[in-house]
């Protein structure tokens, strides 16, 4: 594989811990719809849209709802999500994050934004990240959600990078299978049992550098 020219980064679970909030916020959901839901069901939500969150939601308690009642309730979770992330500080990026950016705009190595999130540039802003992103595609832009390769190709294409060339970060087995779609090199960030399609997978940030990165793309 070539040397590794830019790097495309999810954000719910890699930049920042935001799943806490939007299973909070979906709980409530739930709750007021007469159900419950449990920690490992939040898990089939990472990387998923919204509304497509939404859709998995109401398969659990078996509700059905009209369209206009389902944007409405998607409305009221969003805004209780965003009012729990207003908790959030520039400390709550996750570990060694920051300094893994560093080292990549040291090295000049573009650095893009790939989340099927609508609310990336407020999460971004609120812990002090906005700066570091060329490019952000996010739920706002793209048409086809993970696990199709879109949100990274934008990416890819923004920064002047061919794919070959970009690595992706990624919490979630649709964004693995995006970013191996995409025909790029897939960093998971969580537990290879999980992400078995993932060409390598670490724990997070901490100890994890670019001269890492690059053996990586040298061995494939
Ligand atoms: C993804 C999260 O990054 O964004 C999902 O992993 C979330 O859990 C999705 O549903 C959409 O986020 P938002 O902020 O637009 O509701
Ligand atoms: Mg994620």
């Not at 020219?5 to 679970?13: K, M, P, T």
């Not at 299978?177 to 992400?195: C, E, P, R, T, Y």
Request: with cysteine; proline share 4%; hydrophobic share 45%.
């Amino acid at each position: 594989m070539p040397s590794i020219q830019a790097c495309l980064f999810d954000l719910d679970g890699v930049i920042v811990d935001t799943a806490q909030y939007h299973y909070i916020a979906w709980r409530e959901l739930a709750n007021g719809l007469g159900f419950d839901l449990s920690i490992e069901q939040n898990e089939l939500l990472k990387g998923v849209s919204r509304m497509e969150s939404l859709e998995i939601i109401l398969g659990i308690g078996g509700v059905q709802m009209p369209e206009e009642e389902k944007l409405t309730r998607a409305a009221i979770k969003n805004a209780r999500y965003l009012e729990l992330c207003m908790q959030m500080t520039p400390a709550d990026t996750l570990p060694g994050v920051r300094n893994f950016l560093d080292e990549l705009k040291q090295n000049s190595i573009r650095i893009g934004l790939g989340s099927a999130s609508k609310n990336a540039r407020a999460i971004l802003e609120r812990i002090d990240m906005l700066a570091y992103f060329e490019t952000i595609v996010d739920g706002n832009r793209i048409t086809k959600g993970k696990p199709d390769p879109q949100v990274f190709l934008l990416g890819a294409e923004d920064l002047n990078t061919p794919p070959v060339s970009c690595a992706v970060f990624e919490d979630a087995v649709a964004g693995i299978q995006s970013a191996k779609a995409a025909g790029m090199l897939a960093v998971g960030i969580g537990q290879a049992s999980v992400l078995t399609e993932a060409d390598v997978v670490v724990p997070g940030f901490t100890n994890f550098s670019l001269s890492h990165l690059e053996e990586l793309a040298a061995s494939l």
